[in-house]
């Protein structure tokens, strides 16, 4: 099976082609310049140069989300452009996940963040654990806690709590790295620059398994998944809320 | 021998996404229109009393593909049969705008399609060339909408010298606020010119404002200032607001300026053709005076139908097949540009 991953979640953008187990190129830039820019032109460079016939591709495994909202949308467009045009289905890999798959082999626990904004923090907790029970085993990245948006404050909590050692990567290290010194009690450590980023080729093999299991859309039904409503949304639903709130004041005043 | 002397038709592929609504549309040869395809998200933008940028970029990418495969579908045409992709990239929101960018790239990447970036006011001019078959340029255009007003001479295709702009609120901006004061709701240009046809057009004197140094320049905030000093004013006294009145003397000050400006410009450029676009062109109260000057003094007036007049991308498709002969094409790398100039070229 012939797959084409992108991720434009955070600051990286990347894009590889991966074939029966073997990662045929992948391309990976963590600059200032606009995923616009950069993820199609990139896939281009990387087309050229590995010869890719991209009718042969057999599916478009895409970074999902959560991340930053534009950049989820230029990778969402370009996957659903080219599974439109390419008439291939398209597999939607949880971001966070993808970024956990850095670290395949470990025993730690493994804690992805990726800056989120409003002192929040995208993250989730996996670990690697032995599916088969031979000589030979496989690994398999097993989520303890699922993708979502939280606070540093209380990731922390949840990591004290747990009381594991515990590996850290994404972009969100070196905004909160000083951060969770302070906050934390269990021991861990950051993954060096080789693996502690976005890298598409993991999206490609998540990709692959989520495929293998029946996840996959068609390019018209793939949307990212944001994690959060946009912020209009959010204050017009508190502002609803507090209505019915001092609605429901009023009734018990009333009785 | 024939067959290779006769002229191929071209068939462009036009995407549009830079605020509110998801478009796509086929064009043959720049003229006829096989497929318009609209996917309006306004009801959702009600809710909050304007376009939402976040909300209207979430809704695009959720729409994006089927807009694309329907306008493909009604001109009876595959992706590989169309010879170019067009879309807009700017002006406009760039979260809105990116998403059509980025899906045009990559279908043009992955169908080997020359890629066309289209300036959205320059789609909106063209839209007069789809109904308007003996429209050529040179002549004047008026674009007004929520976000532009611009009096722009269009010396040939692809050609633009911007002549007036507003110095404060766009025409469709005033309309919006004014609309929102005497409590119509959103979006203000259809509701006040429904309403405006009740109305007496000289009951309340608005002031039609003059720019100093430039004579086809636009300012309508100092009208829509007027307009609310005028509510205030009777509610002070206690005085109820004839809203009908109100709505029409308030649109008769802006489309005095507007035809003022338009008809002068026309004039002083030597041409006998002026055309209106832009959302606020399918006034009805502005046609009818722009067809009444211009009819006057022997001037062919133009302007698109309302389905040409919102946001859509067949306007697109229009500029973009120009652009095309010209030879324009854009690499995979092209960005949007959310405050791209009339005429400018990145």
Do not use: W
């Not at chain 1, 999902?64 to 008439?87: D, N, V």
């Not at chain 2, 309403?195 to 100092?222: C, M, Q, T």
Request: proline share 4%; with cysteine.
């Amino acid at each position: 099976m012939k797959i084409a991953a992108l991720d434009s979640s955070g600051l990286v953008a990347t894009v590889a082609v991966t074939e029966n187990g073997v990662l045929t190129g992948e391309y990976t830039t963590n600059y200032k310049k606009t995923h616009s820019q950069t993820l199609l032109p990139m896939l281009d460079e990387l087309k050229r140069m590995i010869d890719l016939e991209l009718e042969s591709i057999d599916a478009i495994a895409i970074a999902k989300g959560p991340g930053s909202f534009t950049g989820l949308r230029i990778g969402a467009a370009t996957a659903k452009g080219l599974a439109q045009a390419l008439e291939k289905p398209i597999i939607p890999v949880p971001t966070v996940d993808a970024l956990a798959y850095n670290l395949y082999g470990t025993d730690k626990l493994i804690c992805p963040i990726m800056d989120a904004r409003r002192s929040q923090v995208y993250t989730g907790l996996y670990h690697f654990v032995k599916k088969d029970a031979g000589q030979e085993f496989t690994l398999e990245l097993h989520t303890e806690m699922a993708q979502c948006a939280i606070s540093v404050q209380e990731l922390a909590e949840i990591l004290n709590v747990r009381g594991e050692e515990v590996i850290f990567l994404g972009d969100g290290v070196p905004v909160y790295a000083s951060a969770l010194r302070e906050l934390l009690k269990v021991p861990f450590t950051f993954a060096p620059a080789s693996c502690n980023r976005q890298r598409a080729a993991c999206v490609a093999v998540l990709g692959e398994k989520l495929f293998e299991k029946g996840i996959f859309q068609t390019a018209a039904e793939h949307a990212p998944d944001y994690l959060r409503l946009s912020q209009a949304e959010r204050e017009r639903m508190e502002a609803d809320e507090a209505k019915k709130k001092q609605l429901n004041q009023m009734e018990t005043a009333k009785n | 021998m024939m067959e290779s002397t006769q002229k191929k038709d071209i068939y462009i592929l036009a995407i549009e996404s830079s605020c509110d609504e998801t478009a796509a549309s086929v064009v043959k040869n720049g003229r006829e229109v096989l497929s318009n395809i609209i996917s309006s998200q306004i009801d959702l933008h009600t809710l909050y009393g304007g376009v939402v940028p976040e909300i209207a970029s979430r809704k695009h990418i959720e729409k994006i593909n089927q807009v694309i495969e329907q306008a493909l579908e009604q001109a009876g045409m595959t992706l590989k049969e169309v010879d170019a992709i067009a879309v807009t990239y700017g002006p406009g929101l760039v979260g809105a705008l990116l998403v059509g960018v980025s899906a045009a790239k990559a279908l043009a990447f992955a169908a080997q399609k020359p890629l066309i970036g289209v300036h959205h006011i320059e789609g909106h001019i063209s839209a007069n060339f789809i109904e308007n078959k003996e429209l050529e340029p040179p002549f004047v255009c008026l674009v007004v909408s929520g976000g532009h007003s611009h009096l722009v001479v269009v010396k040939d295709y692809g050609e633009y010298e911007i002549i007036g702009r507003t110095r404060d609120d766009a025409a469709g901006e005033a309309f919006d606020k004014v609309a929102r004061a005497i409590g119509l709701g959103y979006p203000g240009g259809p509701k006040i010119d429904k309403l405006s046809k009740e109305g007496n057009p000289d009951a309340i004197h608005f002031p039609r404002a003059k720019v100093e140094d430039n004579a086809y320049d636009f300012s309508f905030s100092g009208l829509k200032s007027a307009v609310l000093n005028y509510l205030n004013s009777c509610q002070m006294k206690g005085e109820t607001v004839n809203r009908a009145d109100v709505a029409a003397s308030f649109q008769k000050a802006v489309i005095d300026v507007l035809v003022e400006h338009g008809i002068h410009a026309v004039q002083q450029y030597g041409l006998n053709k002026f055309a209106i676009a832009g959302g606020v062109a399918s006034n009805s109260s502005l046609r009818a005076a722009f067809e009444k000057e211009c009819t006057k003094r022997n001037i062919a007036f133009y302007h698109p139908s309302p389905i040409f007049c919102t946001d859509n991308a067949a306007m697109i498709g229009v500029a973009g097949y120009y652009e095309y002969l010209k030879g324009v094409r854009h690499g995979y790398d092209l960005n949007a540009v959310p405050n791209l100039r009339l005429g400018e070229r990145i």
